[in-house]
């Protein structure tokens, strides 16, 4: 039978406090099992789940904003660092990738988030929604976003306010991401009525998706990444050059993985994955922007 240990014998193992202990049942972490009233660890599922971090610390999970070029970057670390590491990303866009940091559910977060209030990105966002923890936020690189429109433009849209009350077909981005709260704040900032706003025809997840819906005549327009229009012959009217940060947690700056990823953002890895890729600037990747460490 497995032996069940109860929260003195695990925060022993662990070498924890008692108030650790609970604070990783209350996160989801630990295995555990609640009998009458009160938690106990199968000791085999606790030595499983030891032996999980361990390996899980060789490797690193980001979330974030959909971006082609963070993805080209992450499979390059891990081509080159199989099988001593590996990189994993999940797409869920600039607020649910720090809305997982805060929940421990990745290690670093890549955000494009712009404060309606001040114009300013990712900083004031980040500052605010992850409380009083210690944070680096780093430059990975600079953007263009824009309006995505069929070659021609044969609406002869040339801004966010040539959209309005036209009965356009336009693309939304996913709640949460960095580019759905763009647009909110370019139709704030263009003075949109109620009746202005363009019609919504689909809400997608990625900036290619976007790029795709317009290629295939379903909207006729949407906000998006310079690069996604480029390979499919659309074309790009650019509204604003975004920065692109990544969030890591003050504790994680110093590990050996960690520091081996950022060693990535030199300009001598970057080049090998930034050709014929229009709309990205390098030049500031690596730059830390804000820490409290």
Same mark, same amino acid.
């Given at each position: 039978m497995n032996e069940m240990l109860t929260t003195r014998e695990l925060s022993e193992l662990l070498r924890l406090n008692e108030k650790k202990v609970y604070q990783l049942v209350r996160d989801g972490n630990v295995p555990r099992v609640r009998i009458a009233g009160k938690w106990l660890f199968p000791r085999s599922h606790?030595?499983?789940?030891? *032996? +999980? =971090?361990v390996e899980r610390e060789r490797d690193i #999970?980001?979330?974030g904003s &959909? *971006? /082609? @070029? #963070?993805? !080209? @970057? %992450?499979? %390059? $670390?891990? !081509? +080159? =660092?199989?099988? +001593?590491?590996?990189? #994993? $990303?999940?797409? /869920?866009g600039s607020a649910g990738? /720090? +809305?997982a940091l805060f929940h421990g559910k990745c290690q670093a977060c890549c955000v494009h988030i712009l404060d309606l209030a001040t114009g300013e990105y990712n900083i004031p966002y980040v500052k605010s929604h992850l409380g009083d923890r210690q944070l680096t936020v780093i430059t990975l690189w600079h953007r263009k976003q824009g309006i995505i429109v069929r070659r021609g433009n044969p609406l002869g849209i040339r801004s966010v306010r040539d959209m309005a009350g036209r009965n /356009? !077909? #336009?693309v939304a981005r996913n709640r949460g991401s960095g580019t759905? @709260? @763009?647009? &909110? $704040? %370019?139709f704030r900032e263009a003075g949109f009525t109620e009746g202005e706003y363009p019609r919504e025809v689909a809400v997608v997840d990625s900036h290619m998706e976007t790029a795709m819906k317009v290629f295939f005549e379903e909207a006729d327009c949407g906000l998006g990444i310079e690069y996604v229009a480029r390979p499919l012959g659309l074309d790009f009217i650019p509204l604003k050059d975004e920065r692109f940060d990544l969030v890591v947690p003050g504790g994680l700056m110093s590990t050996a993985p960690m520091r081996r990823f950022l060693n990535y953002l030199e300009p001598s890895s970057l080049s090998r994955i930034t050709g014929n890729m229009p709309g990205y600037d390098v030049q500031e990747a690596g730059k830390i922007v804000y820490s409290d460490i």
């Open positions: 606790v030595m499983r789940w030891i *032996d +999980e =971090n #999970f980001f979330a &959909d *971006d /082609v @070029l #963070f993805s !080209r @970057l %992450l499979a %390059l $670390y891990s !081509r +080159e =660092n199989l099988p +001593e590491a590996i990189a #994993f $990303y999940a797409p /869920v990738g /720090v +809305e /356009v !077909r #336009f759905k @709260l @763009l647009a &909110d $704040y %370019l």
